[in-house]
């Protein structure tokens, strides 16, 4: 998705949660600062012309493993129950709210880190993006410039979605989504609820 066409979507996130664009781009400038490489192309190498398996991080993941087909992105802490299941993503998507040692080691190994900048996690970026040996990529919800992109999406498993749509993913399925969730809290229902909004922009109806 072209930023031109995010960037009235993002507005309408911002003043839903009462977020600070001016924080959102702070956080990428450090980001930016952070990074000394970017990875893009092999990102898009796992999305290009192939089946892509975005994973959400909802309680029924375990049960929907056997669904999984082609390239394996997680979302966040999606990775950990996969990586404990004997599958190592081949990207996550992450703000690093979840972040462990584990994903230190899978980038290690290979898995490809799209690190996401908002106002709310620069401490996490300083604190973990200097880890990551492996393939990492930068992103941000704001204007993207430079090696930071933004390929839509707001919450870590939309942005997957979007991303793997963007990059030219023949085939992008869902496992592990739940929008109805009733245990989340009163912000984190309100992310379901754009959620739902922005993959339906996409075709995917949950």
């Avoid at 393939?135 to 204007?143: F, K, L, R, S």
């Avoid at 410039?145 to 023949?170: E, P, T």
Wanted: glycine share 8%.
């Amino acid at each position: 998705m072209r930023f031109e066409d995010w960037e009235p979507l993002y507005e309408e996130i911002l003043e839903y949660f009462s977020f600070d664009r001016d924080a959102d781009e702070e956080a990428a400038r450090i980001l930016a600062d952070l990074l000394d490489r970017d990875d893009l192309p092999a990102l898009d190498a796992l999305c290009r012309g192939r089946t892509v398996t975005v994973c959400g991080n909802a309680p029924c993941l375990p049960r929907q493993i056997d669904r999984i087909e082609g390239t394996v992105i997680a979302a966040d802490a999606a990775a950990e129950v996969l990586y404990a299941r004997g599958i190592r993503p081949d990207a996550v998507f992450t703000d690093l709210d979840g972040a462990t040692d584990a994903l230190v080691e899978m980038n290690r190994q290979g898995t490809v880190v799209v690190a996401h900048a908002h106002g709310d996690n620069i401490p996490l970026l300083r604190a973990w993006v200097p880890r990551f040996s492996g393939p990492i990529v930068g992103t941000t919800q704001a204007e993207p410039f430079g090696r930071i992109h933004n390929f839509g999406g707001f919450s870590d498993g939309d942005r997957a979605v979007f991303a793997a749509h963007a990059l030219g993913a023949a085939d992008v399925r869902l496992v592990g989504f739940d929008l109805d969730d009733p245990s989340v809290d009163p912000v984190k229902r309100g992310k379901l609820l754009w959620a739902r909004r922005l993959l339906a922009l996409l075709g995917h109806d949950l």
